[in-house]
């Protein structure tokens, strides 16, 4: 009997990937979709020629004629509208950070709470997520704001605490002296810092997969942090001085400024995304098995060493697909910012709108930039969690 010729086949990295079967429904569907937007778009287009608008984006080049209360970027009323949008786009990324930010510690010291052995400490975890997740966010940005305003000084009588000058007109604080060496130092120390960080982390991660031995890494991080940003402003010569903030007349000269409309907007959505975030955690801990705990502790591992190699690994594998939905819902909640002044995209967007009569057109601008934002951040965070259940087994790359 012939004996056909057997090819081994070369072995695969990890399981068999399966590949989407498209069927003939599948391209039906789509194309029905596809379709539909066509005629929609069709519509649309029709009824403005005949309104006598005729549609398109040159709008944009045009002089905006208005000011914003503050920007990141240089702007002014004689620039175009989209300057103007850009400009507010930097203040919906810099409010959707900083917001970020404050929600993410918040709902970490909560979460923490809510599994503590204090009975105390748990009733206040759990009076603080009631509270705020049973409140509109627009309230709480209102009462905050009104707070702020209403119980801060006057820019007159300013509170003085340490380098801090606080009014119901903004905080201020002390900053680089204005010199283009200083931004470049900046920019460059916060670019270099993060990627040198990254870098060791991974190192680090690598080293304990093949040998089994920890480096560290906080204390790396910390030297990188100290010791970058003093090489980077030897070599550029920058003038690190610093120009500190004092009262003239019915302003506020030198430092910088954080107005009370960004800082009430910062304060709000961290506080009430907090309380979300905070239940994300407290599930993501009591997710893990009190056994597991118990045999760090037989095997000699400190509470640290546990938190560190044990918990948080496995809350990380748990919680990052649902904080991934409530940072992209913090970042679409930055629209609020409009209810206090503060000009972020929705501002610029709307008082574009009154002055162009081209709704359509800059709501299409700012859907897209939303959806962007949304996706890149998402995306980000996705491939994270990605990478943690591919490292444990538990997904292809």
Not at 340 to 351: F, K, P, R
């Amino acid at each position: 009997m012939d004996r056909k010729l057997q090819i081994p086949h070369a072995p695969q990295d990890g399981p068999p990937k399966a590949r989407p079967a498209v069927s003939l429904a599948d391209i039906g569907v789509g194309l029905a979709i596809l379709a539909a937007f066509a005629v929609v778009a069709f519509n649309v287009h029709s009824n403005m020629l005949a309104a006598g608008i005729q549609p398109g984006f040159a709008f944009l080049t045009q002089q905006a004629g208005f000011d914003l209360s503050e920007t990141l970027i240089p702007y002014g009323a004689n620039d175009s509208y989209l300057r103007a949008i850009l400009a507010g786009l930097a203040n919906t990324i810099v409010v959707g950070v900083a917001s970020l930010v404050i929600a993410s510690l918040a709902g970490l010291l909560l979460g923490l709470l809510s599994v503590s052995a204090s009975p105390v400490a748990r009733l206040f975890a759990l009076a603080y997520v009631e509270l705020f997740r049973n409140l509109p966010k627009i309230l709480v940005l209102l009462v905050i704001f009104v707070a702020a305003v209403n119980g801060l000084p006057a820019i007159r009588q300013a509170l003085v605490l340490g380098p801090f000058t606080i009014s119901n007109r903004a905080i201020y604080l002390p900053w680089l002296s204005q010199d283009p060496r200083n931004s470049l130092w900046l920019f460059a120390s916060i670019f270099l810092v993060s990627a040198l960080i990254w870098l060791w982390a991974r190192h680090a991660a690598r080293r304990q997969a093949l040998t089994g031995r920890r480096l560290p890494v906080l204390t790396v991080a910390l030297a990188l942090c100290l010791a970058v940003p003093a090489v980077l402003a030897i070599v550029l010569d920058a003038p690190l001085g610093l120009t500190w903030p004092t009262l003239q007349g019915f302003s506020v000269e030198g430092g910088v400024a954080l107005s009370i409309q960004f800082c009430t907007v910062a304060v709000a959505l961290g506080l009430y995304h907090g309380a979300q975030i905070a239940e994300v955690l407290r599930g993501g801990i009591e997710a893990i098995p009190k056994g597991q705990i118990e045999a760090a502790a037989a095997l000699g591992l400190k509470s640290g060493q546990t938190t560190r190699l044990v918990v948080v690994p496995q809350v990380l594998r748990t919680v990052v697909p649902p904080l991934n939905n409530q940072f992209a819902n913090l970042l679409k909640n930055t629209s609020i910012s409009i209810a206090v002044g503060y000009s972020d995209l929705m501002s610029v967007a709307g008082t574009a709108i009154n002055q162009t009569f081209r709704p359509l057109e800059t709501m299409l601008i700012t859907m897209s930039i939303y959806l962007l934002l949304c996706l890149a951040l998402t995306g980000v965070l996705n491939h994270w969690s990605a990478r943690i259940r591919a490292r444990e087994g538990r997904g292809a790359r």
